[in-house]
């Protein structure tokens, strides 16, 4: 496996090499310098939050720890100028993995300031990442820290994912569908959110800290809070939904995958359940160059105004229902989004490589990609149907009250709500699942 990861790693630099290349002639800019990022400590506290590096570093260098710089020259290496201050408080970060320090020439330094010594002054340098006022105090003008144009640049070519970064996002899929597995089976057994959480991390064989995101972990009424935060323990009885959103991390990346499972659930929202199902993947075998992601999500609308239909939640037919805006209570966010470096990963309401902005139509405020689908790009597909009280209530009080089943709404509000999410790889003719082969259902 060594040989292949680091072929395809290698690989993958030389695109990056490329691009940066590309932008810094089109930017004006001879060098680039990439900061790891910073360690940031709670307010009046000596603890630091957990350190995450910035998507522009780890795109190219999966290596731990902050303050590292990263130098992309054309025609030359890039050079990974690596932090490891001596401490006996906490464990130093880890060598830079071999597959790295063979393809990136690897400088340990003992701190920040020597790698800034050791980076040197040169004239059009582009600095990106945080640490302005470091760049400022190393010669750096402000119009050179993150400048916009080849911010854009960078951003726009990350839509296009590597072999190399395709494999890593398809094995933590497979890592993470371990962890769905042991917390389906803790759920099944009448587990809390707090159990499951925890049998969820045990089966990815991976800590809280490292995760690409906090898990969602909501079950029955609470699967209706779209980023729940909360991991509810003992108290609450064994429950009957289960709506959980979880990724797993490897080299820097994520997965992000939904599932929603039911134990004893309401009769009509089990059928909800299995709608969303067959919804989520057809809007996946729609996937291919070319398409509209706008397109996918509106359909993903008409979808749901189906199964509100279907299931009687609404007293209309599905087409009245879609065209009155009847599902976007029901459907409030967006279809899905970019996936990478980072979970929610960058430029996907970009209409160019100059940063020119496509922002979503008003009446989908909440979508996060409006490219055009092609080759090569990674996102998450992930349709939802949910019973929130405070999105129903304007329609409960409105003129279009008379085309809701309320007893039935109020009913199936102890439900919760429905999310199912796959990672999908856009082919030169359609898409590749990254999340089924692991995670069937």
């Known amino acids: 496996m060594q040989p292949l990861l680091e072929e395809s790693y290698s690989r ?3 695109v990056l090499q490329e691009r940066a290349e590309r932008a810094l002639a089109e930017t004006g800019f001879d060098r680039l310098l990439i900061h790891a990022g910073r360690v940031h400590e709670y307010f009046a506290d000596d603890q630091e939050a957990p ?7 780890g795109h190219w260098a999966p290596v731990e720890g902050p303050a590292h710089l990263l130098e992309v020259r ?3 290496r890039a050079r990974l100028l690596r932090v490891t201050p001596p401490d006996f408080w906490y464990e130093p970060p880890a060598p830079a993995p071999p597959f790295v320090a ?24 582009a600095f990106v990442g945080e640490g302005g006022e470091e760049a400022a105090a190393h010669g750096i003008d402000d119009g050179s820290v993150n400048p916009a144009r080849l911010v854009a640049r960078l951003d ?5 994912k590597t072999p190399y970064e395709e494999e890593t996002l398809h094995e933590a899929n497979r890592i993470a569908a371990g962890g769905f597995r042991a917390a389906k089976a803790a759920f099944r057994s009448g587990a809390s959110e707090m159990e499951i959480h925890h049998a969820y991390l045990a089966g990815c064989g991976t800590t809280e800290d490292a995760l690409p995101y906090p898990t969602i972990v909501a079950t029955d009424e609470k699967a209706s809070v779209l980023h729940y935060q909360r991991k509810r323990d003992r108290g609450q009885g064994k429950p009957a939904v289960l709506l959980l959103d979880a990724g797993a991390p490897l080299r820097g990346y994520g997965s992000d995958i ?5 134990d004893g659930a309401d009769p009509v929202f089990a ?33 749901v105004a189906e199964l509100l239909s279907e299931a009687k939640v609404v007293t209309v037919p599905a087409e009245e229902a879609f065209e009155t805006g009847l599902t976007h209570p029901f459907f409030p966010h967006g279809l899905g ?25 008003s009446i989908y405020p909440f979508l996060r990609t409006t490219r055009t689908i092609e080759e090569r790009m990674v996102f998450t597909i992930e349709p939802g149907l949910y019973f929130i009280p405070m999105l129903l209530e304007p329609l409960r009080q409105g003129p279009k009250a008379p085309l809701l089943d309320w007893p039935l709404v109020d009913r199936l509000i102890r439900s919760g709500g429905i999310r199912i999410e796959d990672d999908l790889s856009v082919t030169a003719d359609g898409h590749r699942n990254l999340t089924r082969p692991h995670l069937p259902h």
Do not use: N
């Open 12 to 14: 993958h630099l030389a």
């Open 51 to 57: 350190f995450r590096p910035g998507g522009h570093f």
């Open 74 to 76: 054309p025609g030359r």
């Open 102 to 125: 063979r393809s990136v020439e690897v400088v340990d330094l003992p701190d920040a300031d020597a790698a800034w010594r050791e980076a040197g002054g040169a004239p059009r340098t």
């Open 156 to 160: 726009w070519d990350r839509a296009y």
């Open 258 to 262: 939904t599932r929603t499972w039911t």
């Open 271 to 303: 059928s909800l359940v299995a709608g969303m199902e067959r919804l989520q993947q057809q809007l996946c075998a729609s996937v291919r160059p070319g398409a509209g992601y706008l397109d996918l999500h509106v359909a993903a609308h008409r979808g």
């Open 337 to 361: 989004h970019f996936l990478g470096i980072q979970v929610h990963d960058v430029g996907g309401r970009l209409a160019d490589r100059e940063g020119t902005l496509k922002p979503p139509p």
